[in-house]
């Protein structure tokens, strides 16, 4: 049987590329001279698409590739991909969870406490060569804090249970109470930010959420505030936080990803209390192999008529169970 035709819009990890190489015809948005030419001649033929974070999927791809099957991301947050245009083709949208919520849940308590403590600052004060003449300033602390994680899913879950090691009072706001966990719910983010004076942002992306930590809530926050978003940048007005930051209205900020990732606004990187990283939440050797090689299962596992392993909730129940068939 002829290897079905599958579009790469970014390279991912040698490891996956070869994978998805050895059991298909591979066709790469990434390296093609002219796009619009590329996509009238394999469009037609394609059945599968592998994608990430930074690929955008949206209705006019779906509506170039009439035979399109199956949306395999690499990444637990799917916002970049337009699941309502592929749900009424029937197309299934498969992503990674679970395989990178403790890393990025390490990340996370890594971050809260770089923010913090002010370790990468101190690192810089050292660096600098101003130990002998002076200690550094004293900084904030973690004890007696209060956290309030913004969406107790996978990666939220996985922030809670190692923070509980670190004796602090835990709440969370979603979309709905969870009956399993004892942390105090809160039926809005802003009763929550009044609450607790560090903010855990763990939320999907998308339009509901699109500047939903916005001044109101970081006025909530207080002065003693903290912000760590390891989410999804679109989450934070960042015009807001930089003034937020400015005025001394919120303490600090830690920052995994930005509104217009590669692209950091500059205010931030004047700002002494905020720590800036460029989106590695998951960014460790082992986590991303996995990720990919699950990307290339749901695929596989497709194509053989299995159905895919990790289809995210928008994908129609009736487009789950075949692939090999069409």
Do not use: C
Request: glycine share 10%; aromatic share 4%.
């Amino acid at each position: 049987m002829q290897p079905a035709d599958l579009l790469l819009l970014k390279p991912m990890q040698p490891s996956v590329m070869d994978a998805l190489a050895a059991a298909f015809t591979l066709h790469r948005a990434d390296t093609a001279p002219d796009l619009d030419a590329f996509y009238r001649e394999i469009g037609p033929r394609i059945r599968a698409m592998a994608t990430g974070a930074q690929a955008p999927v949206d209705r006019t791809l779906i509506e170039t590739l009439p035979r399109l099957e199956i949306v395999a991301s690499f990444g637990v947050g799917y916002d970049t991909i337009d699941v309502a245009a592929a749900a009424e083709r029937g197309i299934v949208v498969t992503n990674t969870p679970d395989v990178l919520s403790d890393e990025v849940a390490d990340l996370a308590l890594g971050l809260l406490l770089a923010t913090i403590r002010e370790i990468p600052q101190a690192d810089r004060y050292l660096r600098a060569g101003h130990w002998p003449t002076r200690t550094y300033p004293l900084t904030a602390t973690l004890r007696g804090r209060h956290v309030g994680i913004l969406g107790l899913g996978r990666i939220g879950r996985a922030i809670a249970h190692r923070l509980e090691g670190f004796g602090v009072t835990l709440s969370y706001h979603g979309r709905r109470r969870k009956d399993d966990v004892a942390y105090t719910f809160h039926p809005t983010l802003l009763e929550m930010a009044r609450a607790v004076d560090v903010l855990m942002i763990v939320a999907p992306g998308g339009p509901e959420t699109n500047g939903i930590v916005n001044a109101e809530i970081l006025d909530a926050l207080g002065p003693d505030g903290i912000v760590v978003n390891v989410a999804r940048g679109s989450l934070i007005d960042e015009p807001a936080l930089i003034e937020a930051l400015r005025s001394g209205t919120i303490h600090g900020a830690g920052l995994d990803v930005f509104a217009a990732e590669p692209h950091v606004p500059e205010a931030f990187l004047g700002l002494e209390r905020v720590v800036l990283l460029p989106h590695v939440g998951s960014g460790s050797v082992h986590t991303r192999e996995v990720m990919g090689r699950l990307v290339v299962d749901n695929l596989l596992s497709w194509f053989s008529g299995k159905g895919p392993l990790t289809p995210v909730p928008e994908t129609p129940a009736n487009g789950r169970a075949t692939g090999a068939a069409r």
